[in-house]
C-alpha cells in the first residue's frame, strides 16, 4: 500500500505490504488517520503523518470488503464476506456491535450522519439499515436487481454502486430513491462524490470510469482508467 499527494502525484509514505488483496481504504473525518482492510481478514489502521501501522484489528472470520468512519471519527465499520458487518472503537479495535442480519456476503458500509445506524450492502441486492445501540435492523432499501458493492454518504443523501450497471441516490429521511446514473455497460464496482462540483464519479468492471452531475442526473464526462484493457 502506498499513500501518494494527488496533485503532483509524489509518493508520500510506503504504508504497508499487504499479505493478500487489499479492498478498501478511508480517510478519518480529521484526515490524520486511514483504515486499510482486505483478504486477509484484518483491519489496519496507519497514522498518515508518519506512515506507521497504529493497530491492526482481525476479527472476521473472511475477507473484510469495506471499512467507513463514523462522523466523529470515534468509531470504524466494517462489511465482510462472512456474512457480517461490526463496529469497532477506533482508538481500542474492540468490537462494539456485530450485525449478522443482512444474511449474506456484505460489500459496502457507511454510518449515518448522527452515528446511530449504519448501512451495509452486498450480494443480498439491497442495503440494510441496522441500529448500532442493539445490532438490530431497522429497515432495508430495495430496488436493486443485482449485488450492491460500495457505498457514499453525502450529507443527507446515500450514493450506492451496484452490478446491475447503475449508481443511485436516496434521501435519507424517507430512504427514496431520487436518482438513478444509468449507462455503464458493466458493473459498476466503485463511486466517489465531490460536494463541491456536484459530481459524482462511477468506475466500471471493464476499466470505464464516468463522471456525472449530482444536481440533474446527467453524463459529464467518460473515458477508460485502463487504456490497455482488451475486451
Known amino acids: 500500500m502506498k499513500l501518494f499527494r494527488p496533485e503532483s502525484g509524489e509518493l508520500v509514505h510506503d504504508l504497508a505490504t499487504m499479505p493478500d488483496v487489499a479492498f478498501d481504504v478511508a480517510f478519518n473525518p480529521a484526515g490524520d488517520k486511514l483504515a486499510a482492510c482486505g483478504a486477509d481478514r484484518s483491519v489496519r489502521i496507519f497514522d498518515v503523518a508518519s506512515g506507521k501501522q497504529e493497530r491492526l484489528i482481525e476479527d ?9 468512519w463514523s462522523a466523529d471519527g470515534t468509531k470504524l465499520g466494517t462489511a465482510s464476506r462472512d456474512k457480517t458487518s461490526k463496529i469497532f472503537d477506533a482508538a481500542k ?25 449504519a448501512y451495509t450492502t452486498g450480494r443480498a441486492k439491497s442495503i440494510h439499515v441496522w441500529n448500532l445501540e442493539n ?26 454502486a451496484s452490478a446491475d450497471k447503475t449508481a443511485r441516490r436516496f434521501k435519507l429521511d424517507d430512504r427514496s430513491q431520487e436518482q438513478a446514473f444509468q449507462g455503464h455497460s458493466e458493473w459498476i464496482y466503485s463511486l466517489a462524490v465531490c460536494p463541491a462540483t456536484s459530481r459524482l464519479a462511477t468506475g466500471g468492471f ?6 456525472w452531475n449530482t444536481a440533474d442526473g446527467a453524463e459529464v464526462a467518460k473515458f477508460r482508467a485502463a487504456p490497455g484493457l482488451q475486451k
Open 206 to 211: 471493464d476499466g470505464e470510469v464516468r463522471i
Open 60 to 68: 472476521h472470520a473472511d475477507w473484510v470488503m469495506a471499512v467507513a
Open 93 to 117: 479495535g474492540e468490537s462494539l456491535v456485530t450485525y449478522p442480519g443482512y444474511g449474506d456476503q456484505a460489500y459496502g458500509i457507511a454510518f449515518s450522519p448522527d452515528g446511530k445506524q
Open 135 to 160: 445490532g438490530e435492523k431497522a429497515a432495508e432499501i430495495g430496488g436493486f436487481s443485482n449485488e450492491v458493492y460500495k457505498l457514499r454518504l453525502v450529507g443527507d443523501r446515500l450514493y450506492a
